[in-house]
């Protein structure tokens, strides 16, 4: 390269065979002549070095501007799926919600009815209330639940980390209480697994994003 000339040349005037010869002295015994055309070379070279410093600083520049640049839009999409995902988790939640309420109302309703049509409330307890409210709450535990066919069923299995596994592919761990139902089966055969979670809006969220995932 350019310095590696430069630095052989000055050697060669100076009588010298490595860096560590080169002196004060021997560098004072060189002539004006000598001197001059040495010292335009090493001019050009430094100026060579500072232009070429300039532009990677301007190239550094860009990239760094661009970074940010990919780094602000990473985050407005975070924003944008979290908010996505909390206006979905609110609708599932609203939708069961509203499910809930309406079985409330059509099991108190038709306790209602019979009061009317008998013209007498005291054949009614307050058992008859209880009832439909636990109707209600049957219903809600129920759709807790999910069945998950076709999971081979192997000796010694983990089965809560097979389910997770599945679920992994949905981008969800949600919390689960998983067993097998029914008979022991085989390979061929395998018993399908319920799997309860801590609410309904998540059962009804899982299969909302199988759903799409199967359709994708």
Known sequence: DLASVWMGKAMREMNCDAPTNVTSAKCRSLSQETIAPMFLSAFAFVQLQHKSLRLLRTELSTVKSDLVKSQKAIIAQQNDLIMHKDKLLASV???VTESVSETVKAEIKTYSDA???SGSVAQFSTEK???AVKSAVQEEDRNKNLMVFGMLEEGSEDLSDKVQEVFGELG???ATDVCRVGKTG????PRPVKVTFSCAS???HVLLQARKLRHS
């Open 93 to 95: 939640q609203s939708a």
């Open 115 to 117: 009061v009317r049509s």
């Open 129 to 131: 209330l209880k009832s």
């Open 172 to 174: 969800m761990k949600p």
């Open 186 to 189: 085989s390979k061929e055969r």
């Open 202 to 204: 998540t059962a009804r």
